[in-house]
Every structure is written in structure tokens, then in C-alpha cells.
């Protein structure tokens, strides 16, 4: 055996747990160490060192070398002397021990199925096991630690896999991500959704989370609906949103002014270049419709008809409204007394009264017999001399009312209306809107 080969051989079955050297030796970097550790590293060295066979050492004149560069060779030789390094021994768990820690996880998926979280839920898989649905990005983290299986939208936990103590952590942290959702939908409900002539602003739930979803035609705007609001586009959907809770009041707020902004300025164009002339907006309706200001009904010719911004279709649309505001003051007038003093026939009739059976109405003398449009408030026990109607004089300024008092046992002395049988009490008034919109509501069937 040569020297050399002895030596080769001998180097070769040096004891491999020993490391690799970086040394320093009369202006030279040197690298030796154990053949299989040296096998990594020669891919590193070739090119930048030189091999002396001899002795099994690369080497290069330090002067050629930077610090960084030696610092870098460093690096390289202690990750492979750590790779090749004896692999730390594993802590056998007892069967004991592994079958309490798996109670323990199963406890845990029970309160993590109980939990009620807007815009995230667990809910069990096969075989035992748990999964978190929900915008979870921000949990990724806990999740990892607690040795889930990370998906963006769904996480599984296996109770073999997970760490207890981190698993209830991202229960706590899960349960702390719910109270945000649940402040930011407290936050927004008051200005979301709001439509605008071509998109919309809204919540949207996505397997169960919440979603600040900006929808429709939002290409023109995109870049300042980015500036905004943290939002992220859906390719497929068209759409821009954003976990509901990672919005802000105020950037929505901001994000609306600028899409009111945007939508008055689109209408005063398209009023300069499409709107029909002024006096094209003032013909009247053909059609009977409902009065745009105060929804009551137009006959045809007693209205105007005029443009009106629609966002619906994001487009003009002709809409009617009363000739005279006096009608839609009376309109209103009528809508505020049916709320407020007919909003049921039983409430009607009895206010109806109230207004007409007082003494100033009364109409003195006997035998009465008033004309005009009758219309019957109560028919019950007409036939038996009771009932109540209305007679509206000819042109409508006046109306009897008129009870009918004609019944064995009744006080027949203050009857002053004639009728078929024993005689009704009359009263007079004059004809108000309250008076109409109580008797309209008031009449028998
Ligand atoms: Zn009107």
C-alpha cells in the first residue's frame, strides 16, 4: 500500500461524526474534512478552491478571498456538518400519555363545534376531526402551531396531530376574530348597502364569513376603490371584497362620498348631452300613474311628465307628478291622517264619530230627510233600526251623519232624521280631508 492510498483510505474512515475544518494556514484558507461530509460540499468548492489530492484539502490564498465570502463558506461547511450530524434522538410518549393528549383534543373539537362565531364555524369531519371554514389567512400562524392542516378557507385538525394547549389558544383567538366581524357589521350596518347606478356596495357571506363586497360595473373605478378600502379582486366573480372586519367605518364612508361624486357627475353629463329640451318636460301624462313625489294617483292630463335619474338601470326613466303641489300636500295630508288616525276600520269608525256625534252638529227640528251620496259605515242591525251611514251633499262640501236610532228601547226624543222605521239622529259638518280618509277607510265593505 502507497502512502498516498493508506492515507485516502484513512481519511476516508475517519470517524464521520467528526466536522469539516475551515482553517487558516499561512495565507491560506483550507477545507478538510470526513469523505461522505466532503462528497456535499465539493459542489460549493469547485471553481472557487483548488484540491491538493495529497492531504484531501481544498485550499485558496486568503488574499483572494473577501470576508464575505469566507463567511459564506463558513455557512455552507456548518449546515452540512449539521445535516450529517447525529439526528436528535426522539422522545418516545407513552400509549398513556398520546391516548390523554387525543381525549384532550376530542373536549376541545366539542367546544369548537359549539362555538358560534359569525364568519367562522368548525364543524366535524371524518374521522374524528374538525374543520375551521372561513377567511382564515390571518390565523394561519395559530393554525400551523396548533398542528392543523392550513387550507385559506378550510383548515383541518386531526386530534392525534394537534398541540392542545395551542388548539385552545386559536379557539380564543377564533372567538376574538368573531367580535370583530360582529363590531364591524354593527359598524356598517347603518351605510351598507347603498346602490349606485352601476354597482353596489354590500355584505356578502362566503361558506359562512362575511364579506365586504364592492359589485357591478366597478372597472372605472378600481383604482380608487383599491385606495380606499383593503379590498382584493375575484377574477371570476367580478367583484372586489375584503373580510368584513379588516373594513373601516370610515374608509366606506370615504369610498361612498367618492361613488356619490362620481354618480352626480355621470348624471350632469348625461343630462347636457342626452336630456330632452325644457319644454319636452312639460307635456302631460297620457296614462294614469302614481305621482313620483307623493305616490298618490295621477288621472291622465293632471300631471307632468319629467326625467328622472333611475339608478336601477343607471339610465332616464319618465315618471309623472301632480300639475298642482297643492294635490300632493293633500296626498300627504291623507296618507299621515290614515296613519295615524284610520290605520284599522275599527279605529276609523270610532274617530269618525268622535269628529261627527258633537252637539254643534246636531241639526235642530224633525223629519230630515237628507240627499246625496249614501255610503254605509255599519249595514249590522240595520233592519232592526240601528246601523250608521254617510250623506255626502251634491258638490261635496257637506255630509250628514247619520245614526240610526230606531230600536225598542231606544230614546226615540232626539231623532231628527226620518227614515222607514222609528227615526235617526243627524249630524252636519262640513266636508274636510280628515272627514274623507276617515270615511273611506271607515265604509262597510
Ligand atoms: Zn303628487
Redo the contacts with the bound molecule.
Sequence with gaps: MSRDLAQRVASRFIEASAPIEVKEVEGRIEVSGPYDKMQNLVPYLRGKLEYRGRDHTWWVPKAKMTPLKIKNLQKKVNEINGVSGPEPKKVEESAEAKEARIEEAKKLFHRAISMRVPGLSFGFIPVNAVQLTGVLTDLRVSINKAGGDYGPEFSKFYPHLIKPVEFEKLLDEVEDQGRLVAKAIADLSSIIPRKFPNLKIDVGTNNGSYLFVVSGKTYDFKDEIKKLVPVTFNGQGSFWYAPIQKVKEGQVKELIGYLEGEERARAEKWKAEKAPPAEERKRTNQRGEH??????W?EPGE?YLFNWYDSEPGDFVWKV??KD?E???K??AEKKIRNEAARTKGEARKNLMLMCMRSEYYVDGTGHRPSGEEIYIDKNSLGYGGGTWVVVEPGGNYFWYVKNNGADGDDWSRNNVSTGGAGAIGYRLPMTDEARVLIDVAKDG
Design positions: 305621482c313620483h313625489d307623493c305616490g298618490g295621477v300631471g307628478k301632480h303641489p294635490d300632493c300636500a296626498v300627504r
